[in-house]
């Protein structure tokens, strides 16, 4: 029986409830005046439920189809801005007791180099990221209680928080690791996570237990309900997604949804971000094999309607994505992007030799993040390094309030351009220096409140003098 209330995996995500809504979803696809109906919605940025969302999924009508990717730009200017936040995954180990199958770092991959980074390599990690310009990690591990303890993670966590090279700072750090308990939940918001990510992969139960056959990850509802445990141990912003390819988008997009209306219904805030992450070939797994491949334009589609369905929720596309697609789906709603990523364990200090690889799957998108900070410029968005919202308490409903009386304006945008002049200063080269420049010039006088905008470029010559870390 579907409960959104429920805080049993298959109540809040009930497959009945699932293919209930496809049916309705199909039944509807030509029904101008219901899709009509759930556009007006849309429009009056009040989201959309997996029933709504689902129904725009599946109509191909061409001209809704661009009525909807419209509609995704203009929430996502009115909220977000031009800004863009960047990051980079940080991988602290491959060691894994799962049995995913389309993982490489899965237990049986016996040709795959294991490795766990001391505290030393993190801390060389650390200078090299700090060195290209990152304020902000996702650090990822595989599962394994004894390899990778939650006393290792926090260990690298203090590591990572604590190395200050040159004017380098990592400010924030996000956690992508397996499922736990709401004690080990509790110690890595003590120790002053981010958000917490975790990937539901897919969220048709059967297809999961087929996709996760050995290993603690095989626990379909220990890991569906992972969020909630990690809101009961003080985590207020997490991260959720499905790995695209594995199972039916329809399906995986209306338990998408249907997940951060639970979160939203029992906690009074919905996921922080969403990302949509899509199967890529790696050491042992060849992505052919998988039957629910999705072509780039249902993913732009798929973007756009997370964009209006959760208007509130940030979207995060990885470097799985080639230039092309991010180019395309950018617009579409996304706010975040990772830079210049290695999928590799150790891999920014020390790039791998060919023969020996710890990687999780190919990267497309190789550029350094000078070249993406600058393309993004070109293209008229703001690369922020912001991370000013988790360090003033601003996590959860109360970063929701801020995007929803669209006081991005007067806050986020600021901070974006005075992190982005730290990049200009400290790391950028000398053509993005210059187009960088121009563009925090053009950007401050968009600033709606005259004091803000007064303080904030104070704020931009004090960071040309040498001063860092300012923000509102
Ligand atoms: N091990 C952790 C867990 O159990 O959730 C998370 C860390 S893992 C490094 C991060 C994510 O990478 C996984 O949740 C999965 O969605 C994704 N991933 C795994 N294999 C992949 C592949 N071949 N292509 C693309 N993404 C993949």
Redesign the pocket.
Known sequence: MYDIKSFKAEEFISDEEILDTLAYADANKDNVDLIDEILNKARERKGLNHREASVLLACDMEDKIQEMYALAKQIKEDYYGNRIVMFAPL?LSNY?V?G?V????HLKNKHIARKKLTQEEVAKEVIALQDMGHKRLAI????DPVNNPIEYILECIDTIYSIKHKNGAIRRVNV????TTVENYRKLHDAGIGTYI??Q?TYNKKSYEELHPTGP?HDYAYHTEAMDRAMEGGIDDVGL?V?FGLELYRYEFAGLLMHAEHLEAVHGVGPHTISV??????DD?D?DTFDNGIDDDTFAKICALIRISVPYTGMIIST?ESQAVREKVLPLGVSQLSGASRTSVGGYAEPEAEDVTTE??DVSDNRTLDEVVNWLIKMGHIPSFCTACYREGRTGDRFMTLCKNMQILNCCHPNALMTLKEYLEDYASPETKEIGSKLIEQELEKIPNPKVKATATEYIHNIADGKRDFRF
């Open positions: 991988y894994c799962n995913c389309y993982c490489p770092y990822e591990a595989g599962e992508n690791i397996a499922a975790l990937f992969e990850k997604g790995l992450p899509r199967l890529k070939r790696a797994i992505p799985r999780q799957f």
